[in-house]
C-alpha cells in the first residue's frame, strides 16, 4: 500500500466534487419524500391504509403535502381524462425541482379497463415523464410501498432522472401534449 | 304527508284532464311515466310546475336507432306530493330539435348544453347551447349515440403501448387446438356488439 | 462585547438544535399513540435539509427579502433569551417586552413576503395569523403584568430566580388560573391544533407558505423551529421557575412542549372567529380574576 505521506493527495475534479455534493443531497432527498397525492381516479383508495397505521408511510420520511410547490412527488393515482392532463400539466410544471412522477395502476401504464374509452388517454409517458409505475387494478398496498421503496432506491442510484429528460427533450413532450390537447390553457367553462 | 296513491291519482287525474297522453307507466308509488307527443311537452310542463313540480332533477335523451327516433326524458320533483315524474317524448333522429324550457326551470341551461353535446339535439332559444362543456377538442359525432365506436376514436387519438409478442407465443398443442379456434372465432363474431 | 455575540448565536443554534431534535421526537411519541411506528427521531433535519437542497421560482425581490428579513430578525430575538441562571447572552438585557418587540419582526417578515407573492391564500393565511395574534396576546399580556407586579421585576433571569427562592412557589402553582391561561396562551402562540387556523393545511392550502418551495421554505422553517424554541423557553421562564442547570431546563422544556402536543393531538381545528370568541370569554374572565386576586388581595397558592 503506498503511503500517503510522500504521494500528493489527489486533488478531485469539479465533476467529482458537483457529483459528491449531489450524493449529499441525494441522502436527504430520498429519506423525505414528500407528496403531491392528485387522488382523482379509483386508485386513490390505497392510500389511506398507506398512510396510516395498517402500513405506516411516515416511517419512510414521506408525508402528504398541500400544494405543488412545496412537494416532490406527483402521484397520479388512475385514469386521466383530456380535461384532468391538462390540469395536470400545469401542476408538474409549478413543482420544483428536482421532482418524481409515480404512476399507480394499470391506467397510465397502457390505459388499463378504460383502454376503448373515447375520453381517457392511454399513455402517460407521452405527456409527462415517469419515474415508477405500480402495475395492478388496483395494486395490493403492500406493492404500493414496494413502489415507493423502489423510487428511493431509484434516487440513490441516480436513475430517477424524470425531470432532467423534461427539460432535455421539451420538444418531444410539448409536441405530444399539443397533439392531443390542443395548447394546454385552461378555460373556464361554466362562467364562460 | 299525504297517501302516496293519493298523489298518484292526482296526478293521472290532472294529466289526464289537460292532455292527450299517448302512454302511461306508474313505476311504483314513488315514480309515474307520461310519454306525450311533441308539441304537448312544453305546455304539461308549465301545468306541472304551477301545480308544484317545481323542481327539474334531470334532462337526457335516449337513442332508439331501430325506430329512428330519439327520446327526450324530463325529470321533475315535487317537494310536497313526493312523486317524481318522468316526462318523455319521441323526436325524429336524423335532426332532433326540442324547444327550450329554460324560461320555465333556469336550471335546464346546463342540462340542455351536456344533451347537445352527447347527442346531437338543438334546442333553439336557449343562446349557449352550442358551446363546449365538458369533451375537448372534439371533432366527431355525438358520443352516447349507439353508433359511435369508442375504440376506433380511441385508436385514431391516443397512442397505444407497443409490447413485444414474445410472450404471446401459443402453445402449439395439437389436441387443443380445434377448441381454441373455435373459441377465437367465436370472439371475433361478437365484436361490434351484434349477435350471432 | 463581541464574546456576548458569539455565546449568543451559540444560544440560537442550540435552540434550534433543541427544538428540532424535540419535535422529532415528539413525531414519534403521537406515532406510537396512534399504535405505529413512527419517523426517526432525526427527520425533521433531514426534511430541512432537504428543502434547501431544492431550486425553486422567486416572485420577485419582495419575495426573497421578506424571508431573510424574517429569518434574520428572529435569530436577533433568539440571541437574547437566557436558558439557566448563568447563560445568558446580555446580561441585563433579557426584559420581557424585548421579545414581545421583536417577535412582531418575524411575523412581519413573513407577512410581507407572502403577500408579495400574490396569491389570495396567502393573503387569507396572513390576515388569520394576525386575528389569532390579536386574540391571545391580551390575556397573556395580563397574566404577565401580574406577574411582574408580584415580583418586581421584568427581567426574565430574575422572575427565574424569584420563583427559586426558597418559600417562593412556581407560577404556575402559586397563581392557578394565570397558569391555565399561560397554557392556552402558548397552544396559541405556537399555531398548535385547536388554534391551528393560520396554516390549515387542507383548508387553504398551508395559508401563507403556499408559494414557497426549496430554499425559501427551507428558512421559513428554521424560523419556525427557532420561534418555537423562544415561546416554550419563555414560558418556561415565566411559569415553571428559570432553571438552575442546564439539564432541568432541558426536562422542562421536553415536559412543556410534549404536554402541549399530547393536548393538540386530539382535538380538530377552530374557525377563525371561534378562536377570537374562545379567547375573548373565559380566558379573559379568568385573567382578570386572577389579577385581582393577586393585586388586590395579595393571595397567592403556596405549597
Known amino acids: 500500500m503506498k503511503s500517503t505521506k510522500f504521494t500528493e493527495p489527489r486533488k478531485l475534479s469539479k465533476e467529482e466534487v458537483d457529483r459528491k455534493w449531489w450524493e449529499i443531497g441525494d441522502f436527504f432527498r430520498r429519506n423525505s419524500l414528500w407528496m403531491l397525492m392528485y387522488c382523482t381516479g379509483c386508485c386513490a383508495i390505497e392510500l389511506p391504509p398507506a398512510m396510516t397505521s395498517a402500513y405506516d408511510m411516515e416511517r419512510l420520511g414521506m408525508g402528504p403535502m398541500a400544494t405543488p410547490r412545496q412537494a416532490d412527488i406527483l402521484l397520479i393515482s388512475g385514469y386521466l381524462s383530456v380535461k384532468s392532463l391538462r390540469r395536470v400539466i400545469y401542476t408538474y410544471e409549478q413543482m420544483s425541482e428536482p421532482k418524481y412522477v409515480v404512476g399507480l395502476g394499470s391506467c397510465p401504464i397502457n390505459g388499463g379497463i378504460y383502454h376503448d374509452s373515447h375520453a381517457v388517454i392511454n399513455q402517460l409517458d407521452q405527456y409527462i415523464p415517469v419515474d415508477t409505475y405500480v402495475a395492478g387494478c388496483m395494486p395490493n398496498t403492500e406493492s404500493v410501498m414496494n413502489g415507493f421503496v423502489d423510487l428511493m432506491e431509484q434516487i440513490r442510484d441516480k436513475t430517477a432522472k424524470g425531470w432532467i429528460k423534461y427539460k432535455e427533450n421539451n420538444e418531444w413532450y410539448k409536441k405530444n401534449q399539443k397533439a392531443a390537447l390542443g395548447e394546454v390553457i385552461i378555460h373556464d367553462e361554466f362562467h364562460e | 304527508m299525504m297517501n302516496s296513491m293519493n298523489n298518484v291519482e292526482f296526478l293521472k287525474g290532472l294529466m289526464n284532464q289537460n292532455f292527450k297522453i299517448v302512454e302511461t307507466d306508474v313505476i311504483d308509488q314513488y315514480q309515474v311515466s307520461f310519454v306525450l307527443k311533441q308539441a304537448d311537452v312544453l305546455q304539461a310542463l308549465v301545468t306541472l310546475r304551477n301545480a308544484g313540480w317545481i323542481q327539474m332533477s334531470y334532462l337526457s335523451a335516449v337513442d332508439w336507432p331501430d325506430e329512428n327516433k330519439i327520446e327526450v326524458v324530463y325529470i321533475l320533483m315535487n317537494w310536497e306530493r313526493p312523486v317524481h315524474i318522468q316526462i318523455r317524448t319521441k323526436i325524429d333522429r336524423n335532426d332532433p330539435v326540442m324547444p327550450t324550457i329554460i324560461h320555465i326551470y333556469p336550471g335546464a341551461k346546463y342540462y340542455e348544453r351536456e344533451c347537445h353535446e352527447f347527442f346531437g339535439v338543438k334546442f333553439p332559444g336557449n343562446p349557449d347551447y352550442q358551446k363546449q362543456l365538458i369533451l375537448e377538442m372534439w371533432d366527431d359525432m355525438p358520443p352516447l349515440r349507439k353508433d359511435f365506436d369508442p375504440k376506433a376514436y380511441s385508436d385514431r387519438k391516443f397512442t397505444k403501448r407497443e409490447y413485444n409478442e414474445d410472450y404471446l407465443v401459443l402453445s402449439d398443442q395439437n389436441d387443443k387446438k380445434a377448441k381454441r379456434e373455435a373459441r377465437k372465432e367465436r370472439a371475433e363474431s361478437l365484436k361490434g356488439g351484434q349477435k350471432i | 462585547?463581541?464574546?456576548?455575540?458569539?455565546?449568543?448565536?451559540?444560544?440560537?443554534?442550540?435552540?434550534?438544535?433543541?427544538?428540532?431534535?424535540v419535535a422529532g421526537v415528539n413525531r414519534k411519541i403521537i406515532a406510537r399513540l396512534q399504535k405505529r411506528y413512527g419517523p426517526k427521531w432525526y427527520q425533521e433535519f433531514l426534511d430541512i435539509f432537504k428543502l434547501l437542497s431544492k431550486r425553486a421560482t422567486s416572485h420577485g425581490w419582495i419575495f426573497d427579502f421578506g424571508v431573510i428579513m424574517a429569518l434574520g430578525g428572529i435569530i436577533a430575538t433568539a440571541m437574547f433569551m437566557p436558558l439557566t441562571n448563568n447563560i445568558v447572552a446580555f446580561a441585563g438585557y433579557d426584559n420581557f417586552f424585548i421579545f414581545v418587540y421583536l417577535i412582531a419582526v418575524g411575523m412581519l417578515g413573513m407577512a410581507m413576503s407572502a403577500s408579495g407573492s400574490g396569491n389570495p391564500y396567502a393573503s387569507i393565511g396572513v390576515m388569520r395569523a394576525l386575528t389569532t395574534m390579536l386574540a391571545y396576546e391580551v390575556p397573556f399580556m395580563i397574566i404577565v403584568l401580574t406577574i411582574i407586579n408580584t415580583t418586581g421585576f421584568s427581567s426574565l433571569t430574575e422572575i427565574g430566580l424569584f420563583q427559586q427562592a426558597s418559600g417562593n412557589t412556581w407560577f404556575l402553582i402559586a397563581l392557578p388560573l394565570g397558569g391555565i391561561v399561560g397554557i392556552l396562551s402558548l397552544m396559541g402562540m405556537l399555531g398548535k391544533k385547536p388554534f391551528e387556523t393560520y396554516i390549515a393545511p387542507a383548508e387553504i392550502a398551508s395559508g401563507p407558505m403556499v408559494e414557497y418551495g426549496g430554499k425559501q421554505l427551507g428558512m421559513l422553517f428554521i424560523m419556525h423551529e427557532i420561534t418555537v424554541f423562544i415561546e416554550v423557553s419563555l414560558f418556561v421562564h415565566l411559569f415553571l421557575g428559570?432553571?438552575?442547570?442546564?439539564?432541568?431546563?432541558?426536562?422542562?422544556?421536553?415536559?412543556?412542549?410534549?404536554?402541549?402536543?399530547?393536548?393538540?393531538?386530539?382535538?380538530?381545528?377552530?374557525?377563525?372567529?371561534?378562536?377570537?370568541?374562545?379567547?375573548?370569554?373565559?380566558?379573559?374572565?379568568?385573567?382578570?380574576?386572577?389579577?385581582?386576586?393577586?393585586?388586590?388581595?395579595?393571595?397567592?397558592?403556596?405549597?
Do not use: C, H
Not at chain 3, 4 to 21: E, H, K, P, R, W
Not at chain 3, 256 to 281: A, E, M, P
Open chain 3, 1 to 21: 462585547m463581541l464574546l456576548n455575540i458569539l455565546v449568543g448565536f451559540a444560544i440560537a443554534f442550540f435552540g434550534f438544535v433543541l427544538q428540532t431534535s
Open chain 3, 242 to 303: 428559570g432553571a438552575e442547570n442546564i439539564f432541568i431546563f432541558l426536562a422542562k422544556y421536553f415536559a412543556v412542549y410534549t404536554f402541549v402536543n399530547l393536548i393538540s393531538n386530539v382535538n380538530g381545528r377552530l374557525k377563525i372567529d371561534q378562536v377570537v370568541k374562545f379567547y375573548y370569554k373565559w380566558p379573559l374572565i379568568m385573567a382578570i380574576t386572577q389579577a385581582i386576586i393577586a393585586i388586590y388581595f395579595g393571595w397567592v397558592v403556596s405549597i
